[in-house]
Nanobody, 122 residues
Framework: QVQLVESGGGLVQAGGSLRLSCAAS????????MGWFRQAPGKEREFVAYISWSGGSTYYADSVKGRFTISRDNAKNTVYLQMNSLKPEDTAVYYC???????????????WGQGTQVTVSS
């Protein structure tokens, strides 16, 4: 079992930056592939970014590539999402997930945090 707690969300103007954090506890974190997802009002949850347990592999949704950076600090059991050049369409609840895998058609996680709201004003 893995417990995940996100933080760092808030209200920011378009073009601004935020850094989300996800603190993990429970099972061994430094062997878990992690990811960030988001869900905008009226839309399905979508994949944002993935990082392997070692940090050696990362993947991004096309919509955030070049603007968002996922990273992790295994000594602190924490994964981060640095979000730059934010746009109003980035407004969503952002979720941290553990045991993230590519299932051939989509990314999915087995453990989820409660989410943190990110609102980007125009």
């Amino acid at each position: 079992q893995v417990q995940l707690v996100e933080s760092g969300g808030g209200l920011v103007q378009a073009g601004g930056s935020l850094r989300l954090s996800c603190a993990a506890s429970g099972r061994t974190f430094n062997r878990a592939n992690m990811g960030w997802f988001r869900q905008a009002p009226g839309k399905e949850r979508e994949f944002v970014a993935y990082i392997s347990w070692s940090g050696g592999s990362t993947y991004y949704a096309d919509s955030v590539k070049g603007r968002f950076t996922i990273s992790r600090d295994n000594a602190k059991n924490t994964v981060y999402l640095q979000m730059n050049s934010l746009k109003p369409e980035d407004t969503a609840v952002y979720y941290c997930a553990a045991d993230v895998k590519w299932y051939g058609a989509s990314w999915l996680g087995n453990y989820w945090g409660q989410g943190t709201q990110v609102t980007v004003s125009s």
